[in-house]
């Protein structure tokens, strides 16, 4: 396949596709996990706020809440800024908007995985843990924590793959991700099912590697389960 040249433009696409996923993907577990807690809490203001969280995620779609972050951060930011006596503009990088949008909207998705890989847990286990006289965060450190991980990865890699393919929203606020260097490309040689077809390539390689890495991580952390079962 010729590129032209922009081969290089496309890997440094790829690139920033990648750091955005693994960083969305981030921001997600953390507001999955603290969502997924404080639907379990036994504060209802708590429980309210995860079940509008999830309601609203719900309800918005992923390219609305990147435009709402990307143009409305901006206002907010100099809006607090003002009250420090700044006057200039700010703006919030189409990465770290992105960031936090698709985190935003993941860690929703990512609570419900959690909530259910922690109900998996046998309750027998927790009780144990107390009668031992383990307080409540140490048994969740030491025997909830590390099996939600296991209970919840196999969900977590297929929302990341989702997460993966839904980088290239942010290619409408000017990120020099993976589908914004092949629109460039695509405008300079007129050659758009050259390129496209090669981002299609990149995308579909991509979901390989990340399945690979998945089902690797999955024999990583059910080693013990295996060896307890035989």
């Known amino acids: 396949m010729n ?4 081969g290089a433009l496309l890997l440094e696409g790829t690139w920033l596709t990648v750091r955005l996923a693994l ?3 981030t921001v997600a577990i953390v507001l999955g996990l603290l969502a997924a807690l ?3 809490s036994r504060v209802a203001a708590l429980r309210l706020l995860a079940h509008v969280y999830a309601t609203l995620v719900r309800g918005i779609p992923e390219l609305l809440m990147l435009l709402l972050v990307y143009f409305g951060a901006s206002v907010v930011l ?3 800024a003002s009250l420090f006596g700044h006057d200039g503009y700010i703006e919030l990088s189409p990465f770290a908007a992105g960031t936090a949008a698709l985190g935003f909207m993941y860690g929703a998705y990512a609570s419900e995985v959690v909530r259910g890989a922690i109900d998996a847990i046998p309750h027998g286990q927790i009780e144990a843990a107390q009668a031992l006289g383990m307080h409540r965060l140490l048994s969740f450190r030491r025997i909830v924590l590390p099996q939600t991980w296991r209970f919840a990865l196999p969900p977590l890699g297929n929302l990341f793959l989702a997460l993966l393919k839904d980088t290239a ?3 409408v606020v000017g990120a020099n991700d993976l589908m914004r260097n092949t629109a460039i490309a695509v405008s300079d040689t007129v050659q758009p099912f050259t390129f496209y077809g090669a981002a299609a390539l990149i995308y579909l390689l991509l979901t390989v590697l990340v399945t690979l890495a998945i089902a690797w991580l999955e024999r990583r952390v059910n080693r013990g389960m295996r060896r307890a079962a035989t």
């Open 3 to 6: 590129l032209h040249g922009f």
């Open 23 to 25: 960083a969305a993907m």
């Open 38 to 40: 404080a639907g379990r």
């Open 78 to 80: 100099m809006k607090v």
């Open 169 to 171: 929203l942010i290619s």
